[in-house]
């Protein structure tokens, strides 16, 4: 099993940062994927960002394309997400997510793994 524990979520004004970090374990050695993804209410969970744990490929939606940066640190089982310019449309739940296979893809299904959410709140 893979446990992932999101964190950094909060209020920031329209225009500023906040950086996202989810805590990897359990089997960690199986996972070659992970992504970012959210949920706004009233709206279907959409992709944000998606990485391949050992080669670093890298993936965005296009709405977050040059704004948000995915990255991971393989020593201490962590991946993140730098979201930079943030935009009230950017206001959701932050999940991080998890799959075995080394591929990027963006449908939700596709990932078995998810953690439990963060709270990200942009004010205009």
């Known amino acids: 099993q893979v446990q992932l524990v999101e964190s950094g979520g909060g209020l920031v004004q329209a225009g500023g940062s906040l950086r996202l970090s989810c805590a990897v374990s359990?089997?960690?050695?199986?996972?070659?994927?992970m992504g970012w993804f959210r949920q706004a209410p009233g709206k279907e969970r959409e992709f944000v960002a998606a990485?391949?744990?050992?080669?670093?490929?890298?993936n965005y939606a296009d709405s977050v394309k040059g704004r948000f940066t995915i990255s991971r640190d393989n020593a201490k089982n962590m991946l993140y997400l730098q979201m930079n310019s943030l935009n009230a449309e950017d206001t959701a739940v932050y999940y991080c997510?998890?799959?075995?296979?080394?591929?990027?893809?963006?449908?939700?299904?596709?990932?078995?793994?998810w953690g439990q959410g963060t709270q990200v709140t942009v004010s205009s």
């Open positions: 997510a998890a799959r075995l296979v080394q591929s990027v893809v963006r449908d939700p299904t596709r990932y078995p793994y």
């Open positions: 990485v391949t744990w050992s080669g670093g490929t890298t």
């Open positions: 359990g089997r960690t050695f199986s996972i070659y994927t």
